[in-house]
């Protein structure tokens, strides 16, 4: 079995399983966090599974640089370019999708 096959994320990405579509390009997907965690709480996810941060920043770089772009893109239109960004990396970290996931939490003032 692919290590994709039972993934939550990469089902979401083929649109076998729902999701709030924010943005989309052939590298990339975005949608709205089911529980979320500011007014404005989009999951960023390259469309190839890569398990977490390092391991995209080591085989995919350039697709970590273009998620930061569309995070600056999604925030540009919810809340005047300010957002913060999250990789929960690691189960003791609150990591609980192995498809590595950027958090972009923005719409509103945010708690330091
Ligand atoms: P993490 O805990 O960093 O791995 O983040 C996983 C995130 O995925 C959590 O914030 C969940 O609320 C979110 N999540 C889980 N299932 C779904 C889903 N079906 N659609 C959208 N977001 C989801
Ligand atoms: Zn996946």
């Keep these: ?3 994709s096959d039972d993934c939550l994320f990469c089902k979401i990405v ?3 399983i ?3 579509k924010v943005y ?4 990339t997907y975005a949608f709205r966090d089911i529980h979320p965690k500011a007014r404005v709480h989009v999951l960023i996810v390259p469309r190839r ?3 977490n941060a ?4 080591s085989k995919d770089p350039q697709e970590l640089a273009h998620i930061v772009q569309v995070a600056q893109h999604i925030a540009d239109d919810a809340f005047h370019g300010s957002y913060r960004l999250i990789f929960n990396t690691g189960l003791d970290a609150g990591q ?3 498809h590595v996931h950027a958090h972009v939490l923005t719409g509103e003032t945010l708690d330091e």
Excluded: C, I, K
């Excluded at 390092?54 to 920043?57: Q, S």
């Design 1 to 3: 079995m692919n290590q």
């Design 14 to 16: 083929r649109g076998e």
């Design 18 to 20: 729902p999701s709030t």
């Design 24 to 27: 989309e390009d052939d590298t």
């Design 49 to 51: 599974h890569y398990a």
């Design 54 to 57: 390092a391991e995209l920043a």
């Design 96 to 98: 609980s999708v192995f």
